[in-house]
């Protein structure tokens, strides 16, 4: 069954343009939530987090939005930039797991000029 | 910084076969996990060492095996290969057990089964 569930695999934006990611889950006993950007040949690298006490968190020009009730978050990247074209992977852990990472399937971002 | 580095990066076995993977972790790091990446999915927890000892597994056989050295190294072991287990294979870790969002993944290792 798959707990993380990212519905789009793959998403196109205009340079400058936001850039809206999205990701379900299930298991309500999940508690953190984290995004990982993925370059080819490279490993997962981590851009942003949020854990469940809070609704919204903010890096620069990444905001991750959660909506608990819905069991939803999304990450928002304004304004888009080509260097931003990668795989996106959503991922969630919950407490006294062993920080064990659940991920989603990825969405590719590809940012045109 | 010395970051995750995985070896090799590339591998072909033949089904049935053993394979063992390495990783040492960046400086400072005492928690290290395994996570297997299948083609078009994403990375799947197989299961975490803290201070040498296996800390928490995902739901993968006992043929999926590891070690974690005194200097923070680590080996995952696969016995009996199957054509299934073709995948990435990431190392990632951490300076403890804390949150995951201190993990820093290496660039794995792309096994081939067949």
Redesign the interface.
């Known amino acids: 069954d798959q707990q993380v569930k990212q519905n789009s695999p793959s998403l196109s934006v205009q340079e400058g343009r936001i850039s809206i990611l999205n990701c379900d889950y299930t298991n309500s006993m999940f508690d953190y939530f984290l995004w990982y950007k993925k370059y080819p040949a490279e490993g997962p690298t981590f851009l942003i987090s949020i854990s469940s006490i809070k609704d919204k968190n903010e890096d620069g020009r990444f905001t991750v939005f959660l909506n608990k009730s819905a069991k939803h978050l999304s990450l928002h990247i304004v304004p888009s930039q080509p260097g931003d074209s990668a795989v996106y992977f959503c991922a969630a852990s919950a407490t006294g797991t062993a920080s064990k990472l659940t991920f989603g399937t990825g969405t590719r971002l590809q940012v045109t000029l | 910084e010395t970051g995750?580095t995985q070896s090799p990066t590339h591998l072909i076995k033949t089904r049935g076969q053993q394979v063992t993977l390495r990783c040492s972790s960046q400086s400072g790091h005492n928690?290290v996990?395994w996570?297997q990446q299948a083609l078009?999915?994403?990375?799947?927890?197989i299961f975490?060492y803290?201070r040498e000892e296996e800390?928490?597994r995902?739901n993968f056989p006992p043929r999926f095996s590891g070690l974690q050295f005194p200097n923070y190294s680590s080996e995952l072991n696969v016995n009996a290969l199957e054509l299934d287990d073709s995948a990435l294979y990431?190392c990632?870790s951490?300076s403890g057990?804390?949150?995951?969002?201190?993990?820093?993944?290496?660039?794995?290792t792309r096994l081939t089964v067949v």
Do not use: I, W
Request: aromatic share 20%; glycine share 24%; hydrophobic share 20%.
């Open positions: 995750v928690t996990s996570y078009g999915q994403g990375p799947q927890f975490q803290y800390n928490g995902g990431l990632a951490s057990t804390e949150r995951a969002y201190g993990y820093t993944f290496g660039s794995g």
